[in-house]
């Protein structure tokens, strides 16, 4: 029975994630398989790889042929330099210790390797994340400047409204206060002329008597001059 190491794929639409399995070649993808190996995960930087080394190496010696992906997954574990190097062991090609000291040399300078790869991504986020934080700062320094110079144009407004109308109330006061003066004063200028016309009347009515008195002598004149006219003839 042919066998293969793949992946089987989970995970949501647009946010996937897979499994690492040992599966017979003839088996759909996201069908049964033998033996689940590890997770990966390629939607985080960098990508999340869990697998278990023995296994996968206890396989890989027992020849299953992993694709593509896996294969590249295998060689970024190490795993696959495990098995040449173990197969060189098995050909008296290399000793054991000598298999285990190239590896773990492999495996350090991989590790370090993995360890500034992922500060080196770790730090280009950081500073994403510094200029995004940056970026909205900006944006809310902008509209804080623009929500003070709004409220402040409002505030002069309502200070200009508030001056109109104490204005207005000011004339409002005003105005009574001055037709009240007018009041007083055409009050004023009517007692002024009723006292002129009193002081003028009895002039008046003194001279309507001197002339009355006139009119009464010229009269009584009159009269005997017509009684002395009247004897005569």
């Known amino acids: 029975m042919p066998v293969k190491i793949r992946l089987t794929r989970r995970g949501r639409k647009k946010q996937p994630f897979y499994h690492i399995v040992v599966a ?3 088996a759909p993808r996201d069908g049964k398989y033998i033996e689940k190996l590890g997770m990966y995960d390629p939607t985080t930087k960098p990508a999340t790889i869990d697998l278990h080394f ?18 590249a997954i295998l060689s970024y574990k190490g795993v ?3 098995k040449h190097l173990q197969e060189g062991v098995k ?17 350090t300078s991989k590790e370090e390797k993995i360890r500034a790869e992922r500060e080196t991504e770790l730090s280009k986020l950081e500073k994403a994340e510094k200029e995004r934080l940056e970026a909205e700062k900006k944006i809310s320094d902008e509209r ?12 002069e407004k ?14 409002g006061q005003k105005q009574p206060k001055a037709e009240k003066q007018q009041e007083e004063t055409q009050e004023a200028a009517g007692e002024s002329e009723a006292s002129a016309e009193k002081e003028e009347a009895p002039e008046q009515t003194e001279e ?14 009159q009269q005997e001059e017509s009684n002395e006219s009247k004897k005569e003839e």
């Open 80 to 82: 696959m330099l495990k």
């Open 208 to 221: 309507k008597k001197e002339t009355e008195d006139k009119s009464g002598e010229n009269t009584d004149d």
């Open 91 to 107: 050909k008296n090609a290399l000793t054991q210790e000598e298999a285990d000291r190239k590896f773990n040399e492999w495996l």
């Open 24 to 26: 017979d070649s003839r």
């Open 144 to 155: 804080a400047q623009e929500l003070a110079k709004r409220n402040a144009e409002e505030a």
């Open 158 to 171: 309502e200070q200009v409204e508030a001056e109109k109308q104490e204005e207005t109330q000011e004339a």
């Open 54 to 71: 023995d296994k996968a190496l206890d396989w890989l010696q027992k020849g299953a042929q992993p694709t593509d992906t896996c294969r």
